[in-house]
């Protein structure tokens, strides 16, 4: 029973991390809850690329609007599960013209769900508040209510990796 959080910037290494973590639980059922939307060939070679990297082993998820909902039916079980990643499911969700406060709703049912969890619960999430401040609304409004998920889901979780340059530092456990 233990939630990691995973975070770093894109191509840091996260994902071979999570995976890394999640592989060392080799008698337990593992799922891999994606939450990307292939909407093009670069994102469908990126998919398959990712498949492979984590093997036959894994059951995948498909998550891309409803991950608190999806993500309740496996975390109570004790399996090893995957999350990759939140900052492509709040993307979904501002996609689907959820306002501000409907995603805060869904942020805090995550949380919800993550206090439920039975198993390895490994969450992985690009950090997004690094670079200049975007120079328009509806981006500053996506890095802003992502930085307050990163805050919420860091507070609940039993340990936290930055992971940069392909090297995870413990920030907090």
């Known amino acids: 029973m233990e939630t990691i959080f995973i975070i770093g910037g894109c ?3 996260k ?5 890394e973590l999640a592989d060392k639980y080799l008698d337990q059922k593992k799922i891999y809850v994606a939450t990307s939307i292939v909407c093009d060939e670069e994102m469908e070679d990126r998919v398959k690329k990712h498949k ?5 082993e894994w059951e995948t998820l ?3 609007y409803d991950l608190p909902d999806r993500l309740n039916g496996v975390v109570i079980k004790g399996y090893v599960v995957l999350v990759d990643c939140l900052t492509m499911w709040v993307n979904n969700l ?3 013209g959820l306002t501000i406060q409907e995603i805060e709703v869904e942020i805090q049912k995550l949380l919800e769900v993550i206090a439920r969890n039975r198993g390895l619960l490994i969450l992985v999430s690009n950090e997004v508040g690094l670079g200049i401040v975007p120079s328009n609304e509806v981006s500053r409004k996506y890095r802003d209510v992502v930085g307050i998920m990163h ?7 039993d340990k936290v ?13």
Do not use: H, M, W
């Open 151 to 157: 805050q919420k889901v860091a507070k609940v979780a």
């Open 62 to 64: 498909e998550c891309a």
């Open 15 to 19: 994902s071979s991390f999570a995976l």
């Open 161 to 173: 990796y930055f992971v940069t340059c392909g090297i995870p530092n413990l920030i907090k456990g």
């Open 11 to 13: 191509k840091s290494g």
């Open 94 to 96: 501002f996609y689907k």
């Open 52 to 56: 492979k990297e984590r093997g036959d």
